[in-house]
């Protein structure tokens, strides 16, 4: 628990966020956990683990990437908005593996439908999900075992 720490912060709405993670995750914006208060009820809104990372930008936007498997990838962002208890989901990327056609292809999911896109195209949105330009600043407190 020596590496634990912990993080309050605020979407704008007056309600305080927490998030959990360790401490160099928590000052490099990518929490394992994060949680809401709903009629003053703790509201789990997202976990990450070693296959789905998640990452918060300055703005508010979380970007998670995550592996299904070694032919399969995801890619989302999400945001909180004011007084909600759940994310609302922005993008939805991914890359899948055609065994009839042995093919790698890439999508894009826009209003419910599949887009495809390059493989550099996925590649770029890639780059930016792991490693988002203007990462959320915060400042972690240890927890103390």
């Keep these: 628990m020596k590496n634990r720490a912990l993080i309050s912060v605020y979407n704008k709405d007056g309600i305080l ?30 976990s990450f683990w070693s296959r789905n990372s998640g990452v918060i930008s300055e703005d508010g936007v979380i970007y998670s990437v995550g592996s299904g498997g070694a032919a399969y990838t995801y890619l989302s962002s999400f ?15 991914r890359n899948d593996y055609s065994i009839i056609e042995n093919n790698l292809y890439f999508i894009e999911i826009v209003n419910g439908k599949n887009c495809y896109i390059t493989e550099q195209e996925f590649v770029e949105f890639l780059m930016i999900y792991s490693d988002p330009p203007h990462r959320m600043k915060m400042k972690s407190i240890p927890i103390v075992s």
């Design 17 to 46: 966020e927490l998030l959990l993670g360790t401490i160099d995750g928590l000052n490099d914006s990518a929490p394992n956990s994060i949680f809401t208060l709903q009629n003053e009820k703790p509201v789990l809104l997202a």
């Design 79 to 93: 945001i909180l908005e004011k007084n909600a208890d759940t994310l609302t989901q922005l993008t939805n990327i």
